[in-house]
């Protein structure tokens, strides 16, 4: 009996033995790292331009009494025709990033285990975590929102446009004259002049009780007197619409590239748009820094390139927006394809460095050791 116990005693044992051996080699397995046989494929970026266009359309009203102008205000020459038209009010440029579609990498062996991308597949680091970067969306709508009133010259008299008749017509009202009504509205032009000059003055010569309320008073007066003043000088009502190009060169200088097109009637037009003048880019390649990169960037490693992991080394361009001979903008800016590709050193894939890159041009931003 006691050596039956014994026995059992000892089956019990090696089981358990068995069974956390077993658990451990699993856990163990668990926190092996994975490496692919078949690589991880990533890009480099590649920038683009971004062209942020501000068009104004201002449409012109003449006033019904232009004719009586110079007579009764003293302003020669006013307007007697209406008008609608575009400017260009401001022109921006900035850069953007993207994945570049001829610089796609398979990352293989130790190097694969290591990688970091960003959320569009462009490389981040090596042994790091990845660096987030959001895309940025530029949308361009070509609907024009009319703000223009359907009445410009809205009835402001301040005197009525009837005067009343006497014996001969039996009292009839009388319609008063054009030009009547015209006198009427420049005299009513001098009692806004004279009362906000009193009320101006007043303000230096009294204290009043409410220094906002002053301001607003001030300002209808001003307001009143403008819109009196548009029925001989005329009305002016503006628009402004914000658009977005983006034009994206390859890894060579770019002339004559036409981003949008323009017309003073229609305003900001798509490219393919012919009834505008084109506005065309031109992006010049700083040949001296890609020649120097490009002298440096071989490895005297013969297994350089082996786990497939590249970086950039970002050139720079001169950018110009030109309409017709007319110079619209400039700067100089950093186009990384305008530069170099190179291997990163096989002697930093070991998992003993950290290597992080800038995910907006693919450069190396530094590199530490574990």
Same mark, same amino acid.
């Given at each position: 009996?006691?050596?039956? !116990? ?105 190097? /694969? ?17 990845? %660096? ?73 010569? &009294? ?11 001030? %300002? ?15 009305? #002016?009502? +503006? ?6 190009? %983006?034009?994206?060169?390859?890894? +060579?200088?770019?002339?004559? &590239? ?32 890609? #020649?120097?990169?490009?002298?440096? +960037? ?34 100089? /800016? ?11 050193? &096989?002697? !930093?894939?070991?998992? #003993? ?18």
């Amino acid at each position: 009996m006691k050596i039956k !116990l014994t026995g059992l005693l000892l089956i019990i044992f090696v089981s358990t033995v068995f069974a956390v051996h077993k658990d451990d080699k699993r856990k163990t397995d668990e926190t092996q790292v994975i490496v692919p046989t078949e690589g991880i494929v990533y890009s480099l970026p590649r920038t683009g331009v971004r062209i942020i266009v501000e068009a104004t359309q201002e449409t012109f009203f003449h006033g019904p009494y232009y004719k009586y102008a110079e007579t009764l205000l003293g302003v020669k020459d006013a307007s007697s025709s209406d008008y609608s038209k575009w400017v260009i009010s401001d022109i921006k440029l900035s850069t953007f990033s993207e994945p570049d579609p001829s610089q796609v990498y398979k990352a293989m062996g130790n190097a /694969a285990a290591l990688l970091s991308l960003t959320e569009s597949g462009v490389i981040s680091g090596i042994n790091v975590e990845a %660096d987030g970067l959001k895309e940025e969306l530029a949308v361009s709508t070509f609907m024009i929102d009319n703000q223009v009133p359907e009445i410009p010259f809205p009835d402001l008299s301040m005197s009525a446009f009837y005067e009343k008749g006497d014996s001969t017509n039996s009292n009839v009202l009388m319609p008063k004259s054009f030009e009547e009504k015209a006198v009427d509205a420049a005299h009513a032009i001098t009692k806004l002049r004279k009362r906000r000059f009193k009320s101006l003055a007043n303000a230096y010569e &009294e204290q009043l009780p409410d220094g906002r309320a002053y301001e607003v008073m001030v %300002d209808e007066l001003g307001q009143l007197e403008k819109d009196y003043v548009g029925l001989f000088l005329g009305k #002016s009502y +503006k628009t402004k619409k914000v658009y977005s190009f %983006d034009f994206i060169p390859g890894d +060579k200088s770019v002339s004559g &590239e036409v981003v949008f097109r323009f017309s003073e009637a229609a305003g900001v037009l798509p490219k393919t748009d012919l009834s505008g003048k084109p506005i065309v880019i031109d992006l010049k390649k700083v040949d001296a820094l890609f #020649s120097s990169q490009n002298q440096l +960037k071989a490895s005297a490693n013969p297994s350089a390139g082996q786990s497939g992991v590249y970086y950039r080394m970002p050139g720079k361009a001169e950018i110009r927006l030109i309409k017709g001979l007319s110079l619209m903008a400039t700067s100089r /800016a950093t186009i990384v394809q305008f530069g170099n590709v190179a291997p990163l050193p &096989e002697s !930093l894939l070991n998992g #003993s460095y950290q290597v992080k890159f800038h995910p907006k041009t693919g450069a190396i931003k530094n590199i530490l050791e574990k």
